[in-house]
């Protein structure tokens, strides 16, 4: 009986220790929105980007209380929109983006509330999807690199969920699909609001 008790009071005091430790890490998924500004060309080649809807998948560890190191992907499909002098009518072309980055994230701690801010790095792919939305089928693949950065605010639902809602800004060089006609030598800033659940482990 003794023994009974002494393997249930170590129990107990696992427990607690197991519930005393913070959770370093979480996994976030989210629904991303995509939408993008017109570039004008020097050479009077424009690019329009027509918006987009993705998901955005995260993990985050904690360095410190108020320091994490965030690693994205992010995936959506759409398309953009080019014009050009030297070809009659618009352009479309159907296009998946892949975004593959890193941050940093600085957040506070407010009860419930958790305010935080991020800066990183990264790229995006830009590869045609070669069907009936493409009106140029010769588009060839682009990565392009870029800074990002954003801030958000999460809420915890319980100690191991919380739901966030971030803006997030990519600023990158705008693609041309390896044409020249829609070669607008311009930086773009993206904006990538999500909303999601993450888990805290």
């Known amino acids: 009986m003794k023994k009974m008790m002494l393997l249930g009071a ?15 890490q979480d996994f976030s998924a989210s629904l991303l929105g995509v939408f993008g500004y017109d570039a004008h060309g020097v050479d009077a080649a424009q690019q329009q980007p027509l918006g987009a809807a993705g998901v955005l998948l995260s993990y985050r560890y904690s360095v410190t209380p108020r320091s994490s190191l965030e690693v994205n992907y992010g995936f959506d499909q759409g398309s953009i929109k080019f014009h050009n002098p030297d070809f009659s009518g618009p352009d479309y072309v159907h296009e998946r983006q892949e975004e593959i980055t890193g941050a940093y ?11 935080f801010v991020e800066i990183g790095v990264g790229g995006i ?8 939305k493409t009106s140029e089928l010769d588009t060839k693949q682009n990565t392009n690199i870029g800074g990002l ?10 100690p191991s969920f919380d739901v966030r809602a971030e ?26 609001p999500v909303i999601g659940v993450a888990y805290h482990f």
């Open 10 to 24: 170590l129990l107990v005091c696992a427990a607690g220790v197991g519930n005393a430790q913070e959770s370093r």
């Open 105 to 115: 994230v600085y957040s506070r701690n407010y009860k419930n509330f958790n305010p």
């Open 125 to 132: 792919i830009f590869t045609p999807i070669r069907d009936y």
């Open 149 to 158: 950065a954003g801030g958000g605010l999460a809420y915890e639902i319980s």
């Open 167 to 192: 803006y997030r800004g990519f600023l990158l060089k705008s693609p041309d699909f390896g044409n020249a006609q829609y070669k607008t030598n311009r930086y773009e800033w993206l904006s990538l």
